[in-house]
């Protein structure tokens, strides 16, 4: 009796071994690269967000980790009134209320919900360095115009802030703006300046940095001078995030 594998089982098994790997490999949860981060930009050493994250995005996030945002657990964000105010059942679903595009960006998020989606989608929150190298230094090779490689702009919008998403009449915008609907900016990004306030990594006690701005606020918010220190456990209607990852 020989005790060499006849053909055509061998066949047969590595058809099975094959069938049984790619049911394991499609039950698999989603590589990083599946989860958004492949629309991120390389800026000089990292890659990050073209636009704030969206509300599609952070929603595919709570559904993976199997919970409801802070916001919506504790009935709605807040908004500046006579003080904080909670709106009850604004969340990154109804920012102001209203049911949110899927392409809207999240707000209502709060820094340890930023920190841990960027962990989840294979990267992380920007520190200051990082996310002011991405905004106001133009780092593309061959950059469309006006934007010149090597020159720092003093806002994410190149040399004015003409083209974002602030306070007042001067754009089309009453609230937020949905991802990537102002102009591009330097390294080609969407909202670096307004729309959303973005949590960035940079810790002061309980609180963090945000950097950028947001449609409650003027162009002064938006240049490198203008971050600002917020809670880390508050989750507001104009504070959002988007994160860095390795180089591609
Ligand atoms: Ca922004």
Same mark, same amino acid.
């Given at each position: 009796?020989?005790?060499?594998?006849?053909?055509? $089982?061998? @066949?047969?098994?590595?058809?099975?071994?094959?069938?049984?790997?790619?049911?394991?490999?499609?039950?698999?949860?989603?590589?990083?690269?599946?989860?958004?981060?492949?629309?991120?930009?390389? %800026?000089?050493?990292?890659?990050?967000?073209?636009?704030? %994250? =969206? $509300?599609?995005?952070?929603?595919?996030?709570?559904?993976? $980790?199997?919970?409801?945002?802070?916001?919506? $657990?504790?009935?709605?964000?807040?908004?500046?009134?006579?003080?904080?105010?909670?709106?009850?059942?604004?969340?990154?679903?109804?920012?102001?209320?209203?049911?949110?595009?899927?392409?809207?960006?999240?707000?209502?998020?709060?820094?340890?919900?930023?920190?841990?989606? @960027?962990?989840?989608?294979?990267?992380?929150?920007?520190?200051?360095?990082?996310?002011?190298?991405?905004?106001?230094?133009?780092?593309?090779?061959? *950059?469309?115009? *006006?934007?010149?490689?090597?020159?720092?702009?003093?806002?994410?919008?190149?040399?004015?802030?003409?083209?974002?998403?602030?306070?007042?009449?001067?754009?089309?915008?009453?609230?937020?703006? *949905?991802?990537?609907? =102002?102009?591009?900016?330097?390294?080609?990004?969407?909202?670096?300046?307004?729309?959303?306030?973005?949590?960035?990594?940079?810790?002061?006690?309980?609180?963090?940095? =945000?950097?950028?701005?947001?449609?409650?606020?003027?162009?002064?918010?938006?240049?490198?001078?203008?971050?600002?220190?917020?809670?880390?456990?508050?989750?507001?209607?104009?504070?959002?995030?988007? @994160?860095?990852?390795?180089?591609?």
């Amino acid at each position: 009796m020989h005790r060499s594998t006849h053909p055509s $089982v061998a @066949c047969a098994w590595q058809a099975l071994l094959g069938a049984v790997l790619g049911a394991v490999l499609g039950a698999a949860p989603a590589r990083a690269a599946d989860r958004g981060a492949a629309d991120a930009v390389p %800026v000089g050493a990292f890659r990050i967000d073209r636009t704030e %994250v =969206t $509300v599609a995005r952070f929603d595919a996030f709570l559904k993976a $980790v199997g919970r409801r945002s802070t916001a919506e $657990v504790e009935g709605g964000g807040y908004e500046w009134g006579a003080g904080w105010e909670r709106r009850p059942g604004w969340t990154h679903r109804a920012p102001s209320g209203k049911p949110a595009r899927p392409d809207d960006p999240a707000a209502h998020v709060s820094w340890f919900e930023a920190t841990e989606f @960027c962990a989840w989608a294979g990267g992380r929150l920007p520190d200051r360095d990082t996310w002011a190298e991405a905004a106001y230094v133009e780092r593309r090779a061959r *950059p469309p115009a *006006p934007f010149v490689t090597g020159r720092s702009y003093p806002y994410p919008t190149g040399d004015t802030p003409e083209g974002a998403n602030l306070s007042g009449a001067g754009d089309r915008f009453e609230r937020h703006a *949905p991802a990537g609907s =102002t102009a591009a900016g330097v390294n080609g990004l969407h909202e670096m300046a307004g729309n959303l306030w973005e949590w960035l990594a940079d810790a002061r006690g309980e609180d963090r940095l =945000t950097a950028g701005g947001s449609w409650w606020y003027g162009a002064a918010q938006t240049q490198a001078s203008g971050m600002q220190w917020k809670p880390a456990r508050f989750f507001a209607v104009y504070v959002g995030f988007r @994160c860095v990852y390795p180089p591609g």
